[in-house]
Structure formats: structure tokens, C-alpha cells
């Protein structure tokens, strides 16, 4: 029987497939039955650095915007703070699978004290989802990327545990930024998060969120970049993330390098036979490839150079648009 158990940021997981961080790990019986099915880890649902931060200052400077102080004063009274540390410990108490906690960040300030809370609060690791959409004209894309690496750097020095960087598909050099978040201080990325999604209302004509659920086209990026990253910063550990939801979006990442997959969406819709039935697919394609453990594939489809990779992906994008006369 094939050995599906792996390894993560030097955590042991029973298996690759961790549950991604959403409003689903909220609920300890749901963890519980995700766990039983073969979830190999657990990310919380995110802390805002807003709350954190606004728990340690005053809400009067919020003032000049009044929706948005009324919401972050709403959001912090629903979501203790406090709470979130207490949450991490009963969770380290009950579960038997590694508890990773998640801070949605914009930049390095002082809500990265706090995170030593979290370590002493007993987290295996932490997550951080860094999402920030520049709008200013004049801004420099360099200082958006050192603003990833000062966090990453900031969070390094005060604590041991292994941090993973939640990305965006949205950077223009992805591997570079891996390589500088790794020289910061990071031990794995989660390719990818999901930012909001913006939608228009026809009927209202106004603007309106967008499905909170992802798509089965939006595994081709995570796998794409998986493969691109695991080979040109093999130092960095890989959590795929977006779009698995079955045995073959697991296996695909695995060869691709992941050491880890998330699954979300699928959580949502299937509940812990998601987990429980890619978990036996995998071991079945395993068995039938002759793989005893997952070491032994997991990255086997990453080895190209970079240049390889180039002129592999260049020459597909010629043969596939190149001989259509209509296009
Ligand atoms: C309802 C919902 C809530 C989410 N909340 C968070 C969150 O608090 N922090 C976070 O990093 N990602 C959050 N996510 C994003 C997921 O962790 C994941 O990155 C994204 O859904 C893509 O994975 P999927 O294709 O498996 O859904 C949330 C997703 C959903 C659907």
C-alpha cells in the first residue's frame, strides 16, 4: 500500500491535503470530520492585521472614514481578537493534525508583535496572506515587493516557527519575488490566494461581489506556477492552492513540486469526501505507478531549466494559436 503521509515546513502531515484557510475552520466538529477524512493540516480562518491593529490603538483615527471604521469596529467586536489566540489552543488540544494560523496583512507594522501571541498560543506555523491593490499611479512595483520582504522580514525575527507567504497570481516575475521572500526569511508559499471578486448588478447597475467559490479553468495557473517556482527556488516549499478538488488536481501538483494542496471550494461544496475520495484515488495511482511514497514522484515534472520551460511554453503557444487561420 502506498505511503500517502508527507512532510510540510518540517511539519508531518497524514497527507498533502491541507484545509485551506475560509470560515469552514471556524467550526471545530467540521475540522474534526475533514481530519477523519485525511486532511493533513488545518489553516484558520484569517485574522485582519486591521483588527489586530485596531485592538491596540484607538478607532477615533478612523474618523474621516466612517463606513469603514464602523465596519473594522464591527468586524473586531464579532471577531476577538482574543479569541483567535484561545481558538489556536483548543484547536492544538482536539485535533491531531497540525494547526496553522492566518493573518491578512498589507504591510510590516505593529500587528507583527502580536504574531508572537499566536507561536506562544502553540500554532505549528503561520500563514500569511499579504493582499494589497495599489492604487496609486506613481507607485513603484519595487516598493510593493519589499514591502512583501520587510513583513516576511519583520515576522522572521521574532519567531521560529515556519512562515508561508499566501501570493497572488498577480506579480510580474513570480520566481524572483519567491527568491527574495525566501532570502527574508520564508519557508513556503501558498500559490495562490483568492482576492475579491468584483461583479456589476445589470439590473441595479452597480457594482457587486463576484462568486466567492473558484472555477475548474483556475487550476491551470496554480499548476503552471507550481512548476515554475518548485524549479527555480527548490528551497521554498509549495502549497497549491485554487482549483483542487480532486485526486487529479493533487497528484498534478505533486508532480509539479508541491509538498502540499489546499482544498476550499471543494470543502464547501462535497464536505470531507472531497478529502477522503482523492486521498484513495491518489493511493490507487500511486499503487498502479509503482510509487510507494509521495517523495518519490513529487516533483518529478519540475526538472526543466527555466529555458526549457521558455521555449517548451512558447513553442505549445505557437502550435495552438499559430495555425488558426480564423484567429
Ligand atoms: C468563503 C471563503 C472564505 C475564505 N476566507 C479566507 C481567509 O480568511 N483567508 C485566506 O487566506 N483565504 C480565504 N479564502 C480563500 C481560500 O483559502 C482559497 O485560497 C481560495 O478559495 C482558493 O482555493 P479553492 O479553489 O480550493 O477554493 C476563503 C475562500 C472562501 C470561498
Sequence with gaps: MADISTSFVGLHLQSPIIIGSSGLTRNL????????????????????????????QSMEQHNDYTEASEYIAHY????????????????????????????????ADSWVDFATRIQ????????????RLETDLYFDPLASEQ???????????KLSIPIIVKLSRYHTALPALVDKLRASGANAVTLFNRSYQSDIDLNTEEFRS??????????TDTLRFTALVSSLVPQVEISSSTGIYTWQ???????????SVQMCTALYKEGPSAISNALVALGMWMDKRGYRS??????????????????????????????????
Aim: with cysteine; charged share 30%; proline share 1%.
Design 29 to 56: 466538529d467540521k475540522v474534526k470530520a475533514f481530519a477523519n477524512a485525511g486532511a493533513g493540516a488545518v489553516i484558520l480562518k484569517s485574522l485582519f492585521e486591521e483588527q489586530i491593529e485596531a485592538e491596540a
Design 76 to 107: 473586531v467586536r464579532a471577531e476577538e481578537v482574543g479569541r483567535y489566540l484561545e481558538q489556536i489552543s483548543h484547536y492544538k488540544r482536539e485535533l491531531n493534525i497540525p494547526v496553522i494560523a492566518s493573518i491578512n496583512c498589507l504591510r
Design 120 to 131: 506562544e498560543a502553540g500554532a505549528d506555523a503561520l500563514e500569511v496572506n499579504i493582499m
Design 147 to 157: 514591502n512583501y520582504c520587510d513583513i516576511v522580514k519583520s515576522l522572521r525575527s
Design 210 to 219: 463576484g462568486d466567492v467559490f473558484t472555477h475548474v479553468g483556475d487550476f
Design 249 to 259: 488536481e493533487v497528484t498534478k501538483s505533486l508532480l509539479a513540486g508541491a509538498s
Design 294 to 327: 509521495v517523495d518519490e514522484f513529487r516533483a518529478r515534472l519540475n526538472g526543466s531549466t527555466p529555458e526549457d520551460v521558455n521555449v517548451f511554453e512558447r513553442i505549445q503557444f505557437m502550435k495552438y494559436f499559430g495555425g488558426r487561420g480564423d484567429s
